[in-house]
């Protein structure tokens, strides 16, 4: 067993309740003031793990959770600068807890938010403190925290951006799939199509109206029809609505789509077809609104090196650490853009994100916090 895991076996109890007790502040993405208190219970937390970072940084608006940077500066001659992400907010309402508190039964831990991604940030908080503790060098780490991830991240992009910019390398404290990590994302674009018909009486004037309903079903098996699982693309109109009642030829309607794709080409292609729709009856008139919520991270040269050098680490460890491209986007996806090596999916060993399952293997934890304290040391230089 490596000194690293034999620090970290040591610290187990201790890792496990601060995972507990950082579980039981509820952070769901729509509850500012939670999240303001979340926020505030990850500072304390970091200070007390790590101590005082070289900077802090705390950016908030009236609506969004707050972002942070914390700076820890490199130690012991240590050149490198690693840009760490993780989110506190999670999928769950207020008031979760009072039916789905905490639980552990043996290796297994359960409670919203563990596994995507409250467990990533503990274990990469005691990985940094194993580090420090080794004497060895220590790259400059820069740490986001972000309060919006679940709803786009549209508060913290620019800033997540701004930090990885500066940074030689990305890790990403995301849970991993089925205990890989990951090294590619598809992009993501959420879309409304919005479509206005002709409201009339369906049964006295049913040559009149012009229905709204029959448009976006148009629209909808145009949608899924584009879809191209070979090339990684899924179309989803996930939720439609539309009309006022059901003797009333529905003079309005509307789809809300989700799309992945695993290329630009295919994003350029799905764009083509969204600003193309035309209604079956010129009468009626369809409106596309969205964006692509964050762009495609493809698996590049530098997100295999990283990679590599992972599952180096995992060896020395004594497991094997395989890697995997999933559908799911993060945080990684901006700083992939901008052309920056990206790991992402370092975070828990479990399953269940966004679902009443969810849970995390504190072996896994401890596992996983050594192999991001020796990631951190090779990432010295």
Known sequence: MSDENVTLETARETMVADLTAYIEQETPSDDLELLRRGFDWVQDFLESRLGAPEMSER??????????????????GATGNVAVLCHYDTVWPA?????????????????PGCFDMKAGLVQFVWGLKTAYESGLPVPRVSLVLNGDEEIGSPASRPIIEQVAREADAVLVFEASADAAVKTA???????????????????LDPERGVSAIDEVSRVV?????????????????????????????AGHAEGQVDVRVSTQAEADRIDALLEGLEPHNPAASIHVTGEWN????????GNARL????????????????????????????????????????GA?????????EWVSVDGMVQRAALAARMLLRLAQ
Do not use: C, Q
């Open 95 to 111: 008031g979760t807890l009072s039916n789905w508190p905490v639980t552990i039964e043996g290796d297994r831990l359960t409670g």
């Open 59 to 76: 950016h908030e608006d009236d609506v969004h959770g707050p972002v942070g940077v914390n700076v820890y500066g490199a130690r012991n």
């Open 294 to 301: 964050r762009p495609v991270m493809p698996r590049t040269e």
């Open 349 to 357: 060993v479990g399953e269940g994100a966004h679902a009443r399952h």
């Open 185 to 203: 994302r598809k992009g993501v674009g959420m879309f409304r199509v919005e479509v206005a018909g002709v409201e009339s009486h369906a049964g």
């Open 307 to 346: 990679y590599t050098l992972a599952r180096e680490e995992a060896g020395a460890l004594g497991f094997d650490l395989a890697e995997i491209s999933v559908g799911g986007a993060s945080d990684g996806n901006f700083a992939s853009a901008l052309g920056l090596p990206v790991l992402d999916g370092l």
């Open 221 to 249: 098996r145009s949608l899924h029809d584009a879809a191209d699982l070979n090339a990684g693309t899924s179309v989803n109109v996930g939720l439609i609505s539309g009309g006022s009642r059901s003797n009333v030829t």
